[in-house]
């Protein structure tokens, strides 16, 4: 990733920084003009951008750092923060703040001054808080934290000019050390403080690099990578320092009944509050802000839950009802793609993987990318308003119940927690979790939700076996996956994934109307980095469980047999003069290349494999073709159904639907069709149980996620985890469905 080097100081290094929804995104864009670099912070999946402006023939490269509240070491993208700055020392960095929000703003402002290194704070949407009737008093505020301040409108670019002199100005200060701020702790922890300090200013450890003073502060309130870093380099200080702090904690106990790192949060607080006191003044009285009357109401028992249904219910039929026309748009193209190729080619083997391998995969990953950029317009708006932090507030005591996170619900409900929705964007919106532990379970979950692509499957088997309670047993199933979701997150967070969460912090943003070209950069920034990186492992994958699919080839003499049928039939269709014999005879040539095919499927290496399968599926009710059907679903759920209808024989022609004089039109898609020729088919055969049914849609509710899905989450958390959530899920969709199917045939329902 990064190019820039503290040597080259011809270019200014500006690092970026604030609390998530500050303002930090527009003002990247007003300073860069779009024209992002993006990668990856080093080792690890956090993403990077970086863009590069001249000012008064200055080059100046700007760096975005993640969002964050404080600059701990226990959250991915506070550490990624801190760490950036640390070993890549930036001349200097930008906090954009909130101004209508300053005590809580500033306090990541004082994790940076603390640390020592330049600052200016950007007073960022200075329009609302003169709107809102609040004056800062620049100077004050300046003094109070020894640090340059310039206001600033972001998203119109108002005192962006100042902003950048005042860069300048800093960067090209002569003395350009790192001067920490220091605060007062109160007398208790001040005096350990300046002895701690003391002692580290002494050791080997790197106080060239991190002061001596903030080293002291983070190795008392206990910082994990500080105290690793002390194990590291200075364990001779171990032995002095534990016993000094461990009598100072002890202390506040007994005196103030409050833990070391809380009273020094508390502290800082203390601090603001008081700097807020002196700086900021309310000319006009706004009797109680907007943001407050509005939450008195939407915060309320009552209205809370039913006003986000209706917000995520809102969320869905948005999003479909948005991509639709560029679904469809992008369906027909690769249709007509395939259909060119078709006609250019002549029939084989070459023919059949670029339409079916290549042009299906790309297909495939480019046919999820108009519901992705859609659904996260959407929740790009209920971020930017301030409702997603509502929404974690409201359910964050359910959830932490399961060791998750009141912003995990984001994820589960866009993964299909409603039904009908899906996995990819699911796991990617796990993003806004800041425990990394809350976040890989939430990651890890979200594809037992009942997805859009699983519901065909349900939806025939469901009318197949209980046409009668179909409503029931599809609500059934999304309680279900609920549960399911629910409870292995309490079994991952409580066997693999041990560890407190992490603190929730009661954050309400203020509610903000949100602007178009935010919505707009959100959706596509995410859009294209699924393209992008998942692109390549679907296709790649899509390609593979097709050959798995297409080979071996049926041996010669097996396919001569068809071939014959085929021309006797052809033959006979050249010759047929009545309407009726020619209809007969056309539905006799489909049905016997619908049984090559399905000859073919069995005979290549996923038939093989279903079969090979067949003594463990038994156990849980499946015989080959639904092992093979199955096997196909890694590629992607959907194609679980149509290869089932290969397996059984059966394609959307052979409807039963499709009989009557309207022909084939009249019965809806070509999917429908197969929901109803297949589902009757099941219903008739003997093997086939509702039991049977039952079993086989919760193993497609459980099992492997589908690649796209498994590419992002690798993509997400990596490749260890990718790799568990396939093969563990798989093994969990086998034993639960050998509980349910075993059980019921005990109780008798087989
Ligand atoms: P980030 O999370 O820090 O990157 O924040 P964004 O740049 O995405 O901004 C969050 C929301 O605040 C968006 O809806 C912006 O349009 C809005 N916003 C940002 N700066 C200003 C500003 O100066 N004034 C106003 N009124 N809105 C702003
Ligand atoms: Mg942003």
């Not at 970086?50 to 760096?63: A, P």
């Not at 109680?288 to 028992?301: F, Y």
């Not at 391998?357 to 999820?368: E, K, M, R, W």
């Not at 097996?558 to 071939?563: G, K, L, P």
Request: glycine share 8%.
């Amino acid at each position: 990733m990064s190019d820039q080097s503290a040597s080259d100081r011809s270019t200014i290094v500006v690092a970026l920084a604030g609390n998530p929804n500050a303002g930090k995104t527009s003002l990247f864009n007003k300073l860069t003009g779009l024209r992002a670099h993006v990668g990856n912070y080093p080792g690890v999946t956090v993403e990077q951008k970086w863009g590069h402006l001249e000012y008064q023939g200055r080059s100046i490269k700007v760096v975005d750092l993640p969002g964050a509240y404080s600059l701990n070491s226990y959250s991915l993208d506070e550490r990624v923060a801190r760490d950036f700055i640390i070993n890549e020392r930036p001349d200097l960095v930008v906090n954009v703040v909130d101004s209508t929000n300053l005590e809580r703003n500033l306090y990541l402002t004082l994790q940076f001054l603390e640390l020592g290194l330049p600052t200016i704070v950007a007073l960022n949407m200075m329009d609302v808080a003169v709107a809102r009737g609040l004056n800062i008093d620049l100077t004050r505020l300046e003094s109070g934290l020894n640090v340059r301040a310039v206001p600033l409108v972001a998203t119109s670019g108002q005192g962006l000019d100042e902003l950048l002199s005042c860069i300048l100005e800093v960067a090209d200060r002569p003395d350009k050390d790192w001067r920490p701020l220091e605060i007062s702790y109160g007398a208790d922890i001040d005096a350990t403080l300046g002895q701690i300090q003391a002692q580290v200013a002494a050791s080997t450890l790197p106080v060239d690099r991190m002061p001596a003073r903030w080293l002291a502060v983070k190795y008392l309130e206990g910082d994990p990578a500080v105290e690793q870093l002390v194990t590291a380099e200075a364990p001779e200080l171990l032995e002095p320092l534990a016993p000094v702090r461990t009598k100072l904690r002890v202390h506040l106990r007994a005196t103030e009944d409050d833990e070391l790192d809380g009273a020094m949060t508390d502290r800082r607080y203390g601090f603001l509050s008081g700097l807020r006191r002196v700086a900021v003044t309310q000319t006009r009285r706004d009797t109680r802000e907007i943001s407050d009357t509005i939450d008195r109401v939407l915060l309320n028992r009552l209205v809370s839950p039913i006003f986000f249904l209706v917000v995520i219910y809102g969320l869905y039929q948005f999003t479909f009802w948005a991509s639709a026309p560029l679904t469809g748009w992008l369906e027909n193209f690769f249709e007509f793609l395939s259909e060119t190729v078709s006609g250019a080619m002549s029939d084989g083997l070459l023919k059949d993987l670029l339409r079916e391998g290549i042009i299906g995969g790309v297909g495939g990953v480019l046919g999820f990318a108009p519901l992705i950029a859609f659904m996260f317009a959407g929740i790009s708006i209920l971020e930017d308003s301030g409702y997603m932090a509502r929404v974690a507030f409201i359910l964050d005591r359910i959830f932490r119940a399961f060791g998750l996170h009141g912003n995990s619900v984001v994820g589960l409900i866009v993964g299909g927690g409603i039904a009908g929705g899906c996995a990819i964007p699911g796991v990617m919106a796990a993003r806004t979790l800041r425990d990394p532990k809350e976040r890989i379970a939430t990651i890890l979950v979200t594809p037992f939700m009942t997805c859009g692509a699983k519901l065909p499957v349900f939806l025939m088997l469901v009318g197949a076996f209980f046409p009668d309670h179909q409503a029931l047993v599809m609500m059934g199933l999304t309680l279900f996956a609920w549960a399911l979701a629910l409870v292995s997150a309490r079994l991952l967070r409580t066997f693999l994934l041990p560890g407190a969460s992490a603190p929730f912090v009661l954050e309400l943003p203020p509610y903000r109307l949100p602007t178009l070209t935010g919505i707009l950069l959100h959706a596509w920034e995410r859009t294209w980095s699924y393209v992008k990186k998942a692109g390549t492992v679907i296709v790649a994958v899509t390609i593979v469980i097709w050959m798995m699919m297409n080979f071996p080839r049926l041996p010669e003499e097996e396919q001569a047999v068809f071939d014959d049928r085929l021309t006797v039939v052809e033959n006979q269709l050249e010759q047929a003069t009545d309407e009726a014999a020619k209809a007969s005879l056309e539905a006799a040539r489909s049905a016997i290349s619908l049984e090559g095919d399905s000859a073919a499927l069995r005979h290549s290496l996923a038939g093989r494999l279903g079969s090979g399968l067949t003594p463990l599926s038994e156990l849980i009710g499946f015989d080959w073709r639904a092992n093979i059907a199955l096997v196909g679903g890694f590629a992607a759920k959907e194609v679980v159904l149509s290869t089932l209808g290969t397996a059984y024989a059966m394609s959307p022609e052979a409807a039963p639907a499709a009989d009557d004089e309207s022909g084939d039109e009249a019965g809806g898609s070509e999917e429908d069709a197969l929901i109803l020729s297949l589902g009757a088919r099941l219903a008739a055969e003997s093997a086939w149980s509702p039991l049977a049914a039952v079993s086989l849609m919760v193993f497609v509710l459980v099992y492997a996620p589908c690649f796209a899905t498994v590419a992002v989450i690798r993509k997400e958390i990596g490749n260890r985890w990718a790799i568990f959530s396939m093969v563990a899920n798989t093994v969990y969709a086998y034993l639960i469905c050998l509980v349910i199917y075993q059980g019921g045939h005990w109780l008798g329902l087989g």
